[in-house]
């Protein structure tokens, strides 16, 4: 139990094009989802909070224009790099809380080229 | 500001061995600590959550000890294998969960 999926796994784009990302849990509804970012060597980082059915709450220095997160559903939460930059490149991973207990998704590497 | 760090930053061990990783975080106020395990390219394998009230948690050859109040974790592997070779990850949840940077383990055949 308790799976969380991301989609895509991998995605490679140009500079300016915008990528968008899903988090899903599968077995279990998620009232609060986690987007964190993960430099190579570093540190996972969380960007923002997702509520379902309210706005997000971003983490200090994260654009709320750039990163756009969506929550829709108890099951889905989407995050969208808009105008996406090389220095945009990274390791996304989600999570879905349940029970005050957070799941990790298997991750998104994006590379902008 | 909560911030986790983890030491050492990389470990090599021959098979066979027991190991200790070493997790410490300032704000000793926090609600539970949980060490993750990572694979080159992966997301996050939860291995061992230790809610604030408790001191340790065991699994397998794993154990998990907590002491908050020295603001310390360790993460005991007994008899290291080749397969759990990969990176380490503690992190405390208190207002948020907050990572450290990973201890990478080679366990070498």
């Known amino acids: 139990g308790a799976v969380v999926s991301q989609h895509p796994s991998r995605v490679i784009c140009k500079s300016g094009t915008s990528v968008k990302i899903e988090c899903r849990s599968l077995d279990f509804q998620a009232t609060t989802m986690f987007w964190y970012r993960q430099f190579p060597k570093q540190s996972l980082m969380l960007m923002a909070t997702s509520n379902e059915g309210s706005k997000a709450t971003y983490e200090q220095g994260v654009e709320k224009d750039k990163f756009l997160i969506n929550h829709a559903s108890l099951t889905l939460s989407t995050l969208t790099v808009t105008s996406a930059h090389p220095e945009d490149s990274s390791f996304y991973i989600c999570?879905?809380?349940?029970?005050?207990?957070?799941?990790f998704g298997p991750g998104t590497r994006l590379l902008v080229l | 500001k909560q911030e986790v760090t983890q030491i050492p930053a990389a470990l090599s061990v021959p098979e066979g061995e027991n190991l200790v990783l070493n997790c410490s975080f300032t704000d000793s106020a926090i609600y539970n600590l949980q060490w993750f395990r990572q694979d080159p390219g992966k997301g996050l394998t939860s291995l061992l959550l230790i809610q604030s009230s408790q001191r340790e948690q065991t699994s397998g050859r794993l154990n998990a000890s907590l002491d908050k109040s020295s603001g310390r974790s360790t993460l005991y592997i007994a008899a290291s294998q080749p397969g759990d070779s990969a990176t380490y990850l503690c992190a405390g949840l208190s207002e948020k969960l907050v990572f450290g940077k990973g201890t990478k383990l080679t366990v070498n055949p």
């Open positions: 999570s879905a809380q349940t029970q005050e207990t957070q799941y």
